[in-house]
């Protein structure tokens, strides 16, 4: 079993920053990308960052600039540094884990998400 646990959310007026992290743990054997997701209120959730085991990164258009997503990859932690916060930036975030090959079998985990709420 694999558990993802996230950490840093919280309350930040706009034009601040926050730094997101996610460590995952349990049985791994290897990676291929780790990313955040979020869910504003009555939305979908939507991509926000990704990086795969060897270093590549990709955001989501609105983050470019913003957003850093960065991976400890001996520890299995991701971390999302987000700066320069817009209230349209609240939203419960999540951490994926995709591709994680357990030794015996393969598939995606979700962290439970940590709320960031952005005040005007």
């Known amino acids: 079993q694999v558990q993802l646990v996230e950490s840093g959310g919280g309350l930040v007026q706009a034009g601040g920053s926050l730094r997101l992290s996610c460590a995952a743990s349990?049985?791994?054997?290897?990676?291929?990308?780790m990313g955040w997701y979020r869910q504003a209120p009555g939305k979908q959730r939507e991509f926000v960052a990704s990086?795969?085991?060897?270093?590549?990164?990709d955001y989501a258009d609105s983050m470019k600039g913003r957003f850093t997503i960065s991976a400890d990859n001996a520890k299995n932690t991701v971390y999302l540094q987000m700066n320069n916060l817009k209230p349209e930036d609240t939203a419960v975030y999540y951490c994926?884990?995709?591709?994680?090959?357990?030794?015996?079998?393969?598939?995606?985990?979700w962290g439970r998400g940590t709320q960031v709420t952005v005040s005007s």
């Open positions: 994926a884990a995709l591709g994680v090959h357990t030794g015996s079998v393969f598939g995606d985990y």
């Open positions: 349990g049985t791994i054997a290897s990676i291929t990308a």
């Open positions: 990086i795969t085991g060897g270093g590549s990164t």
